[in-house]
């Protein structure tokens, strides 16, 4: 058979249901056999939109979100999409075109060694130059993507290649086994032994826990020990908000009061999936102080990478919440923490921050006591990076995991518009809202057009400070305030008028009282029209957020 027909066909094996992509010359054997698959394919507007929409698919649904591009700069349009998902550890595979083998070394046409421009960014590039192994090089880098740390991975696909045919039987062709990391016995006696001794004990969940659908057995271990439970940004879901035990976010940014407070009464932490970046650790001299550290990672190059803990265990974090688990049921009877989780409760009910502003300009925090107000615990949020991001950290409950989508280190500015499409396209009956910048929302507000082109509503809530806001608060500290005013004619940038020029629709709010009536609009609007729908909420310019060098001296 051709060999991309095989390719399609591992794609369709391997779960792939829908792919992103922009076809070029060197990448039309591919669209060939995807033209007669059962795989839907969306047409993109820009290369990095596809794998943002990769990335948004695949943390709703936890398997490998699929891009393509055609040879040169699609692939380097990829980058960004690239390291954000390695960043954050989201499996995608990606596939690009190339220019024939022969041609390679003779500075062809958009032909680029993507594969080691690619390789920092991925945990795994390669290069199919065989077109046998193109089926397998297929099993592998979904097998690659998908195993410990999940990830990235990048296959180039030589035009050349691409055309010739091979042998193959589809039906004695099955996934790659992926087995996840077990934890050590003795580890996890000693991570107990550990919690049972220490009177102010946290569990720390990070984005691992959520990866590795282990929300439910960290309840469970949580409520048998009577332990309260923080989450990082990226672990946003995993405890829901109202749950007796939530113990908030530790950080300099995206942190909530009590978080900070528990957090530095703390004895113990019990950090599972987490990476401890230094927007939530800030000064690590303050973060460590004298408490001790278990750290539980699936990766071992992880421990000890920004410190080194009193425990280090190389485990899957739901095997290893397991384990622990059935330890505890094993010990029976242990003390009672009653006397923190209430000290923990007391802090919860007296550290908070305003949302309920009335003031004009609005306030950021008064967007996001409507949006809590209106959304229930089902709906599905993506948000990028900015002083958006850390208001949304700070004052946005969330109850579900996969429902907080945040692209967490690499920040790359536009990807809620493409992420919100991926998201959408996973869960076509959820209500999807991206929480969204102005400045953010012109890098990839081109993919507004692929919404419209297949129907795929969302709303986007966007608050307008026409401002590099986040930059503007940073520059505070240099006593300036230097190219980073957007501001121009009445209200800048038009932002409802580009959302119309993409046949969609938007409102833009001056006051407060407003917000409510144009969240339920949008809604309306977004299931009437079947496309996005922009609520553009223009907020006070120069308001800034919490934030800090150290947890223990944040500027509220």
Not at 90 to 115: N, R, S, Y
Not at 148 to 160: A, E, M, W
Not at 376 to 400: H, K
Not at 428 to 440: F, L, W
Request: hydrophobic residues 45%; contains cysteine.
């Amino acid at each position: 058979m051709p060999c991309m027909e095989a390719v399609v066909g591992v794609l369709a094996d391997e779960g792939v249901e829908v792919v992103f992509g922009c076809p070029g010359a060197a990448i039309l054997p591919l669209y060939a056999a995807l033209r007669t698959s059962a795989i839907r394919h969306l047409i993109v507007r820009h290369e990095e939109g596809a794998t943002h929409m990769a990335d948004g698919w695949a943390r709703t649904t936890g398997r490998a979100g699929v891009a393509i591009g055609t040879s040169g700069p699609a692939g380097t349009n990829m980058i960004t999409g690239l390291y954000t998902a390695i960043a954050d550890s989201i499996p995608m595979v990606c596939l690009t075109g190339q220019a024939p083998t022969t041609k390679l070394h003779q500075e062809a046409f958009q032909a680029v060694d993507i594969v080691e421009i690619a390789r920092p960014v991925t945990k795994w590039a390669v290069q199919v130059r065989e077109a046998a192994q193109a089926p397998w090089i297929i099993r592998e880098a979904f097998r690659v993507a998908h195993s410990g740390r999940p990830g990235p991975v990048l296959v180039d696909l030589p035009l050349d290649v691409q055309r010739q045919e091979i042998v193959w039987e589809p039906t004695l062709s099955a996934r790659l086994p992926i087995v996840p990391a077990a934890p050590h016995g003795p580890s996890v006696e000693a991570a107990l032994d550990m919690l049972l001794s220490a009177e102010r004990p946290l569990l720390l969940a990070g984005g691992g826990v959520i990866l590795a659908a282990a929300t439910g057995v960290l309840r469970e271990v949580a409520e048998l020990l009577r332990i309260p439970v923080q989450v990082t940004l990226m672990g946003k879901g995993a405890l829901p908000e109202d749950h007796a035990l939530f113990a908030g976010m530790t950080g300099i940014q995206t942190t909530t009061r009590y978080g900070n407070a528990s957090f530095l009464e703390s004895d113990l932490v019990l950090a599972v999936g987490a990476r401890f970046g230094d927007r939530h650790t800030g000064d690590l001299a303050v973060y460590r102080g004298a408490r001790r550290f278990i750290h539980v990672d699936v990766s071992p190059l992880q421990l000890g990478r920004v410190f080194g803990p009193d425990l280090g265990v190389v485990s899957d974090a739901r095997l290893f919440l397991e384990a622990l688990l059935a330890a505890a049921r094993r010990r029976g009877p242990r003390r009672s923490t009653g006397e923190w989780v209430s000290r923990v409760g007391a802090l919860r009910a007296t550290l908070n921050r305003r949302d309920d502003f009335d003031d004009l300009p609005i306030k950021a925090p008064r967007v996001f006591r409507e949006i809590n107000a209106h959304y229930g615990p089902e709906t599905y949020f993506v948000t990028a990076i900015g002083l958006y991001q850390i208001w949304s950290g700070q004052f946005q409950a969330t109850f579900r995991p996969r429902h907080y989508q945040v692209c967490g280190q690499a920040g790359p500015l536009g990807w809620e518009i493409p992420a919100a499409i991926g998201v959408k396209t996973a869960r076509p009956d959820a209500t999807v809202v991206a929480v969204i910048g102005d400045y953010s929302f012109q890098f990839l507000v081109e993919e507004l057009a692929v919404a419209a082109q297949y129907d795929i509503p969302f709303v986007l809530v966007m608050l307008n400070n026409e401002y590099l806001g986040l930059i503007r608060q940073a520059e505070t500290g240099y006593g300036m305030n230097y190219e980073v005013d957007i501001h121009y004619d009445a209200f800048g940038t038009d932002n409802v008028a580009i959302m119309e020029a993409y046949g969609c629709s938007g409102r833009r709010v001056t006051e407060p009282d407003a917000i409510a009536d144009a969240l339920d609009w949008a809604d309306k609007e977004a299931r009437r029209t079947r496309r996005p729908v922009l609520v553009e909420v223009m907020i006070d310019r120069e308001s800034g957020t919490a934030h800090g060098t150290a947890i223990d001296a944040v500027h509220e």
